[in-house]
């Protein structure tokens, strides 16, 4: 963990808190804890935030702005010319960073969707998913209407498939069982959605 020594306390204490939530998942967030890390009193991290909850506000955006940067980096890597193609290359690239980064990152995972985050211009993964779907909608493969339920299906999916794999009943699947089982939902979500 980081000691604080000088200069802004505040970044100081959302650095520690990120790091805590990585290692923990947002319980592991404490107020108390994370000024000691930090090596300042408690006194002092509550002049920067009021509670545990605005602290964890913060934390959750900065796990958000980490997802929504590792599914940009999945969907650059698309490089297919054909445009429909893409378009549903795009689609699979952003589900399947979805699930890497859960699985990859579960505390900070799970703190990202603990709280309501602080705004952030760049922590929204769902305009990510968004931006992948309206590329469908463009190339004539989903109905415009659909787009908004496609969206809230498509996250629903995947974000269900990487808590069960986190915590759930399928956390013991081997990873070659379990890579296989997620293209198996990228398959079943992008047949329904083209379908549709």
């Known amino acids: 963990m980081t000691t604080y020594h000088h200069g802004n306390l505040r970044a100081a204490l959302i650095e520690t808190a990120t790091e805590l939530a990585s290692a923990r998942g947002p319980d592991g967030v404490v107020l108390r804890e994370v000024a000691r890390l930090a090596g ?47 378009a549903t290359a795009r689609l699979r690239e ?48 989903l109905e415009a209407d659909h787009r908004d339920a496609a969206a809230v299906t498509c996250w629903s999916a995947v974000h269900g498939f990487a808590e069960l794999h986190l915590a759930g ?18 398959d079943t979500l992008q047949g329904g959605l083209i379908a549709s």
């Open 169 to 186: 009943p399928l956390q013991a699947t081997p990873r070659r069982e379990r890579t296989r089982q997620l293209e198996q939902l990228l």
């Open 94 to 141: 952003t589900g399947r960073a979805y699930v890497l980064f859960a699985l990859d990152q579960p505390g900070l995972f799970r703190a990202a969707f603990s709280t309501a985050p602080a705004p952030c211009e760049d922590a929204d993964p769902y305009a990510v998913l968004l931006a992948a779907l309206d590329d469908l909608v463009a190339v004539g493969l």
């Open 40 to 86: 300042v009193s408690h006194n002092a991290a509550y002049r920067h935030f009021a509670d545990r909850e605005e602290l964890l506000a913060e934390v959750a955006a900065i796990g958000q702005q980490r997802l929504a940067a590792a599914m940009r980096r999945r969907l650059a890597g698309v490089h297919v010319t054909d445009p429909a193609a893409r």
